[in-house]
Nanobody
Framework: QVQLVESGGGLVQPGGTLRLSCAAS????????IGWFRQAPGEEPEGIIC????????YYDDSVKGRFTMSNDNAKNTVYLQMNSLKPEDTAVYYC????????????????WGQGIQVTVSS
């Protein structure tokens, strides 16, 4: 059984940083494209960034370019979303997901999902 567990969310002031973790069990993440989505209140989840694991980082939300990036620790079977210079509009529930084949902004292209974690940016 594949399970993805996000951690590292919480409340942060504008301009602050957070690093979200996505730890996997039941599946080796190495070699899979991993994406992050977020769902703001009252909105549908949207893809923001994806690591194609060899093909580079794809950004699907221009507002996070230059502020968000991804990394991974294969030994821990974990991927990370580093979020810098956070803004109130980054407030959302964040999800990591494993792609079927390659990076995409479309939710339908992802097979496994974490449960989501709240990030709140507020003073």
């Amino acid at each position: 059984q594949v399970q993805l567990v996000e951690s590292g969310g919480g409340l942060v002031q504008p301009g602050g940083t957070l690093r979200l973790s996505c730890a996997a069990s039941g599946l080796r993440l190495y070699g899979y494209a991993i994406g992050w989505f977020r769902q703001a209140p009252g909105e549908e989840p949207e893809g923001i960034i994806c690591d194609s694991r060899g093909g580079g980082i794809a950004y699907y939300d221009d507002s996070v370019k230059g502020r968000f990036t991804m990394s991974n620790d294969n030994a821990k079977n974990t991927v990370y979303l580093q979020m810098n210079s956070l803004k109130p509009e980054d407030t959302a529930v964040y999800y990591c997901a494993v792609a079927n084949l390659w990076c995409s902004a479309a939710r339908s292209q992802y097979t496994y999902w974490g449960q989501g974690i709240q990030v709140t940016v507020s003073s």
